[in-house]
């Protein structure tokens, strides 16, 4: 069964919302734009895709070559140029050793989800996959508080 994205869903709700406000209250909230989005926000999203899939089979055994092919994936994606090029935009807030930090411990923890999950180690899955998360968070209180 195809997947059908929630984000232009929400948006169009929204935005009807907004436009039933009247014209003070669509003007308070930024518009939410369509299309591609900026490289890194795709990056973004595609983990998060990578997380949902992994959180709800992470403790199954049967599931381990599904949760170490999407660890994988998160590996990719950890490792895409994207992050380099967030650098050079405006939005960045500064402090790449530190963003650099936080990648490296996604990155640790999406390796560690992979191998874990290769070896049938769901311990070392959980530990892995809690890892990831944790450098999400992190980084997202850090360089993106209104996430």
């Avoid at 299309?35 to 795709?42: C, D, F, M, Q, T």
């Avoid at 089979?57 to 994988?72: C, D, G, K, M, Y």
């Avoid at 992979?114 to 899955?125: H, L, P, Q, V, Y």
Wanted: aromatic share 8%.
């Amino acid at each position: 069964m195809p997947r059908i994205p929630l984000l232009p869903l929400l948006a169009l709700a929204l935005l009807a919302t907004l436009g039933s406000c009247g014209s003070s209250a669509a003007e308070e909230i930024p518009p939410l734009t369509f299309g591609e989005p900026p490289a890194l926000r795709h990056v973004m999203f595609e983990i998060d895709e990578l997380n949902r899939t992994i959180e709800p089979i992470l403790r199954v055994p049967e599931r381990t070559p599904v949760v170490a092919s999407t660890a994988r994936s998160m590996v990719r994606w950890a490792e895409d140029p994207a992050w380099a090029a967030y650098f050079d935009e405006p939005e960045f807030l500064g402090d790449r050793p530190l963003f650099e930090a936080y990648r490296g411990w996604l990155l640790a923890g999406a390796l560690q989800l992979a191998a874990a999950a290769e070896s049938g180690d769901i311990d070392g899955m959980r530990a892995g996959f809690v890892r990831a998360q944790q450098s999400c968070v992190a980084c997202h209180k850090r360089f993106q508080p209104n996430i």
